[in-house]
């Protein structure tokens, strides 16, 4: 099984940083494209950013130039560097990984969420 757990949420006024972390773990193989998403009350979950396992980037318009997303592949885990922090930022980020894993004796290829971390910005 595999699990994916976010950290490094938190409060931060605007125009403040925060750095996210998600850390991969379980019985993986291997792990393609890793993601953030978020979530603010009242609205659909959206993508933010995400980054391929050779390093290409996709950028929601909303976050590009404010938000960095980069990863380890030996530690297995994704960042994402949050800049200029803006009140609508105000969200629950959650990780996602499409990646291979054992299940049992198999291989399989599947997609796995973290549970998410709360960033909120205000003054």
């Known amino acids: 099984q595999v699990h994916l757990v976010e950290s490094g949420g938190g409060l931060v006024q605007p125009g403040g940083s925060l750095r996210l972390s998600c850390a991969a773990s379980g019985t993986i193989v291997s792990i393609d494209a890793m993601g953030w998403y978020r979530q603010a009350p009242g609205k659909a979950r959206e993508l933010v950013a995400t980054i391929t396992s050779g390093g290409s980037t996709n950028y929601a318009d909303s976050v590009k130039g404010r938000f960095t997303i980069s990863r380890d592949n030996a530690k297995k885990m994704v960042y994402l560097q949050l800049s200029s922090l803006k009140p609508e930022d105000t969200a629950l980020y959650s990780c996602?990984?499409?990646?291979?894993?054992?299940?049992?004796?198999?291989?399989?290829?599947?997609?796995?969420w973290g549970q998410g971390t709360q960033v909120t910005v205000s003054s």
């Open positions: 996602n990984s499409r990646l291979q894993y054992y299940s049992g004796l198999k291989r399989v290829w599947g997609d796995s």
